[in-house]
């Protein structure tokens, strides 16, 4: 339809334009090719009118610093988002809480196409941020953008105290805007208030590493200190899920364990009484249970002694033995039982009964062999030795259930302890340390 | 469809309308300010120098709007004190005319619509509501702006502004609407912001070294 179109006499390719400072003669380059409203010279700081032909002089601010340079040089080009950036401009703000002055730099990227970005850096944290083409909704605590809700952060004033470059709005030194920023971390949502208009901006966590890649830099970035608003946790795992599937492991384990114990038919195949007398005991002192039936598969046997000591001790070397393959298990038990009075009160040490399971036993015809040894000044006791068939064995859930419960609530207490961290630094820090700080303004 | 042709009654030069409801042109030769009657041409003024502009698009950049193509066939500029933006006049491949606008590159895509009780310039202030065509609008900004000069085809005169009042108003779902205080009856454009890459643009300026 517009074939045939007649030929153009547009404008020239437009070309970065390169220009003088009428202040101090310092050469200024306007990168943007019209879109920056102000330039600031780098050489003698003055704000610059970027539209005027003669780049009229706005503005002239002191540096009471000479350390404040931007760690990406302007004029340096990278690629966000598939798009390559160049930094035009730089700003420093501060802003200050509870008497504490925080600093954080504001770099403007420009593409002739895409337009403009923000870069905005914090104690080695960054934020991609751009200008929201969609209108939040937010009240005091909350903010709703594009379906998703943030949580109030903060709210601040930030000045305006060092700039450099170009800037696509009348940009000026000792200006103030009234900043609040909502979180949905990796994401942050912040409203800029300046005289009457709210400028609201969407900005995305950056890794120092993610910003020197996407510009080449040199060297290293800067460490981050602590954690930043919208960082993201650490924690990937989503912790509700995992408590989730922790839940469900667990009564899936109780389901093993009841099923395990109604299958389990713990027999019982041997219940004796037996005597001991210190006065018989010189010599040989070990004798024979009567033979016991183990039918079925090979299973547990569990041995039960009882001993009514009191302030003694009685030990009782065994051996299951099976009568037609000679095999034996042998095990020594030892039941005590102390106690007393002593200056903090009553004591006691010790059990009547002690209980042993022995795995994997296979079918057959038992006996018990039994030496038992005793206190020397326990003249005589009588013991019962009670051994079951088949029965089932549950410190092996106990393990798996404290290897499942370990990870979760290490996660858990990560993520609990990163989070704190960020909102300790808010306008609605945890409990316990709003209860600490003198002033707290909490509406949550 | 035959495109109208004429010549400049200034400097004679053949002057192609692309879209045949075009009331207004510019000659590209000699930038006198061209408006159609029933029988010729009429020059009604003269275009002074554009000033430099930072916008990729340009005149005959053709784009895509949803699944309807477009070509770029004329623009107004405009400035405010923060700098400048075009109202590009689009032609959608249906006939229909819209307008692609491009503030420092937030592009938005809009379209004259008729609405009743439209309120007057005094009345509008920022945060106030408005509904049109079931969806609830809310006033962002005023604009106090200057009209800076125009280019090509348009669907209206427009040539013999000078400060005019633009009201934008968003919406919780990126749609967008203006109200157009350059005459004295209001004009409502109701649109949505678009993505650079969604327009799909091409035959764009080049910048150099870029």
């Known amino acids: ?444 | 469809m035959t495109q109208p042709a004429a010549n400049c009654p200034n400097c004679g030069a053949k002057i192609v309308f692309r879209w045949s409801s075009s009331v207004q042109t510019v000659c590209e030769f000699c930038k006198s300010i061209l408006v159609r009657t029933d029988v010729d041409l009429k020059k009604v003024g003269q275009v002074a120098d554009l000033p430099p502009d930072s916008s990729p698009v340009q005149i005959n950049t053709e784009g895509q709007y949803g699944n309807k193509a477009f070509v770029v066939v004329g623009r107004i500029l405009y400035e405010y004190d923060q700098g400048g933006w075009n109202e590009w006049h689009v032609m959608l491949n249906d006939g229909t005319s819209a307008w692609l606008s491009d503030a420092q590159s937030e592009y938005a895509l809009s379209l004259s619509s008729k609405a009743q009780n439209l309120p007057a310039v005094a009345q509008v202030h920022v945060g106030q509501q408005f509904t049109w065509r079931d969806q609830r609008y809310t006033v962002s900004v005023i604009t106090p702006a200057h009209y800076r000069g125009v280019e090509g085809e348009l669907p209206f005169q427009y040539w013999d502004k000078t400060d005019v009042t633009f009201v934008d108003l968003r919406t919780e779902c990126g749609k967008f609407a203006t109200l157009d205080y350059s005459d004295p009856e209001p004009a409502l454009y109701l649109g949505e912001f678009v993505e650079f890459d969604a327009l799909k643009l091409k035959n764009l300026r080049s910048f150099e070294g870029w």
């Open chain 1, 1 to 444: 339809m517009s074939a045939g179109a007649p030929p153009l006499s547009g404008p020239a390719k437009p070309q970065a334009k390169a220009l003088n400072c009428p202040k101090c003669g310092a050469a200024i380059t306007l990168r943007s090719f019209g879109q920056a409203e102000t330039v600031v010279c780098g050489s003698c700081h003055s704000i610059l009118d970027a539209k005027d032909r003669n780049l009229a002089i706005l503005q002239q601010f002191e540096i009471k610093t000479s350390d404040i340079r931007p760690l990406i040089p302007l004029g340096t080009r990278g690629k966000l988002r598939d798009t390559d950036y160049e930094v035009i401009g730089f700003e420093r703000r501060s802003s200050k809480v509870d008497g504490i002055t925080y600093y954080w730099h504001e770099y403007v990227l420009f593409n002739p196409y895409k337009g403009i970005r923000y870069l905005s850096e914090y104690n080695g944290h960054w934020n991609d941020i751009s200008i929201c083409k969609q209108l939040p909704m937010a009240d005091g605590s909350s903010a709703n953008y594009l379906g998703e809700i943030y949580k109030h952060f903060q709210t601040s004033d930030a000045d305006t105290d060092f700039v450099l470059g170009e800037f696509p709005w009348q940009v000026r030194v000792g200006e103030h805007a009234a900043v609040t920023d909502y979180v949905h971390p990796p994401r942050v949502l912040s409203s800029e208030k300046l005289d009457k208009e709210v400028t609201w901006s969407i900005g995305e966590y950056m890794y120092g590493g993610e910003v020197w890649e996407a510009f080449r830099l040199p060297g290293a970035p800067p460490e981050p200190v602590g954690v930043f608003e919208n960082q993201p946790s650490p924690v990937t795992t989503n912790v509700a899920g995992a408590w989730v599937a922790f839940t469900a492991f667990a009564v899936f384990l109780l389901a093993l364990m009841v099923g395990f114990d109604m299958r389990a038919k713990k027999e019982p195949v041997l219940h004796e009484t037996y005597q001991y007398h210190r006065a018989e005991s010189r010599g040989e002192t070990s004798f024979v249970s009567d033979v016991f039936e183990l039918a079925g598969h090979t299973s547990t046997v569990e041995v039960k002694t009882f001993a009514p000591v009191s302030n003694h001790w009685i030990y009782l070397n065994y051996a299951l033995i099976n009568q037609d393959t000679g095999q034996a298990w042998d095990f020594g038990r030892e039941v005590s039982y102390y106690s007393g009075y002593d200056s903090d009160g009553s004591w006691a040490e010790g059990k009547r009964n002690d209980a042993v399971v022995i795995p994997s036993v296979p079918p057959g015809h038992y006996y018990l062999r039994i030496e038992p040894e005793a206190d020397p000044s326990l003249p005589s006791i009588a013991y019962t030795v009670e051994v079951t068939h088949d029965v089932p064995v549950f410190g092996i859930y106990g393990i798996a259930f404290l290897a499942l419960l370990a990870p979760v609530v290490i996660i858990s207490f990560r993520a609990y302890t990163f989070e704190r961290s960020r909102w300790s630094e808010s306008d609605h820090p945890p409990m316990e340390l709003s209860n600490m700080s003198s002033s707290s303004g909490d509406d949550a």
